[in-house]
């Protein structure tokens, strides 16, 4: 079983910045994948950027080059830098592990969300 609790989200106006963090509790050794997610109001959840355990990372076309993805594997926890954040960031932002039992099987486990909203 692995536990993720986002903190960080807020309110900031068009331009500014916000910093979320994913603690991950639990079988941590476990974990291989990471990523972050969002979903607005009327949307889908989409894919914002995720991070394998080796450090790769992959980013949604419409925040690359602004949010930056990263893992302290030591602390167990996920951070995401946002920057020139714009209304459409605007989202609630969940964090999600890819869990290994090493025996072939894999788990994905979700945090509970926190808000990200962007005043234009």
């Known amino acids: 079983q692995v536990q993720l609790v986002e903190s960080g989200g807020g309110l900031v106006q068009a331009g500014g910045s916000l910093s979320l963090s994913c603690a991950a509790s639990?079988?941590?050794?476990?974990?291989?994948?990471m990523g972050w997610y969002r979903q607005g109001s009327g949307w889908e959840r989409e894919l914002v950027a995720t991070?394998?355990?080796?450090?790769?990372?992959n980013y949604a076309d419409s925040v690359k080059g602004r949010f930056t993805i990263s893992r302290d594997n030591h602390k167990s926890t996920m951070y995401l830098e946002m920057n020139s954040l714009k209304p459409e960031d605007t989202a609630v932002y969940y964090c999600?592990?890819?869990?290994?039992?090493?025996?072939?099987?894999?788990?994905?486990?979700w945090g509970q969300g926190t808000q990200v909203t962007v005043s234009s």
């Open positions: 999600k592990a890819i869990y290994s039992d090493g025996a072939g099987h894999l788990y994905q486990y």
């Open positions: 639990g079988s941590v050794l476990g974990i291989r994948h």
């Open positions: 991070i394998a355990d080796g450090g790769s990372t």
